[in-house]
Nanobody, 117 residues
């Protein structure tokens, strides 16, 4: 059974940092594009960052560029999202996903990030 499990969310003050992890199981994801998305209350889910399987290509939403960094450890089947200089508007449930740039076939259950101002 393929599963993606996020962890590392929590409550942090504005300006602080958090590191999210997404552990994948059920098969090897080294060739998959892995992404992070988020959904704030009352808003649609939005793209945050992605990294292709090779790690050559990364993309970030304009709102997080320079503050967030996506990385992956294929040996551990895990993708990370380092979030620095957090803002209140970063408050959301963060989801990881696996698939291709065109379609994500697997999603985690999400982890809550709350940034207090």
């Amino acid at each position: 059974q393929v599963r993606l499990i996020e962890s590392g969310g929590g409550l942090v003050q504005a300006g602080g940092s958090l590191r999210l992890s997404c552990a994948a199981s059920g098969r090897t994801f080294s060739r998959d594009t892995m992404g992070w998305f988020r959904q704030a209350p009352g808003k649609d889910r939005e793209f945050v960052a992605i990294m292709t399987g090779s790690g050559v290509t990364t993309r970030y939403a304009d709102s997080v560029k320079g503050r967030f960094t996506i990385s992956r450890d294929n040996a551990k089947n895990t993708v990370y999202l380092q979030m620095n200089s957090l803002k209140a508007e970063d408050t959301a449930v963060y989801y990881c996903a696996a698939g291709t740039l065109a379609q994500y076939n697997y999603w985690g259950q999400g982890t809550q990030v709350t940034v207090s101002s």
